[in-house]
């Protein structure tokens, strides 16, 4: 179940294709999906080994870790949620 959750949130994210760049006192990256959607995000250590992730300017953050097997970039879970970033 948590996979299905996982495709479906990646299928969502999928169209974000607006990146607007953090501000210099704001440490999020901010993109825009072509559905709208919201989401935030930024590195947590300068390994880039985590990532925390927020959705449409909620307030709660997802905790994300470097996992093995995106194609290309790199592929943030948490087993419900993922966020892969190709720069």
């Known amino acids: 179940m948590r996979r299905v959750i996982a495709l479906g949130v990646l299928a ?4 974000c294709s607006s990146l ?3 501000q210099h006192n704001d440490p999020w990256n901010r993109w825009v999906c072509d559905s709208n959607a919201e989401v935030n995000w ?6 880039k080994k985590e990532v925390d992730v927020r959705l ?3 307030d709660q953050v997802f905790r994300l870790k470097a996992e093995p097997g995106a194609a290309s970039g790199t592929l ?3 087993n419900v949620l993922a966020f892969v970033n190709k720069g």
């Open 12 to 15: 969502v994210l999928g169209g």
């Open 20 to 22: 607007s760049t953090s």
């Open 42 to 47: 930024r590195y947590i250590d300068s390994a």
């Open 56 to 58: 449409n300017q909620s």
């Open 76 to 78: 943030y879970s948490n």
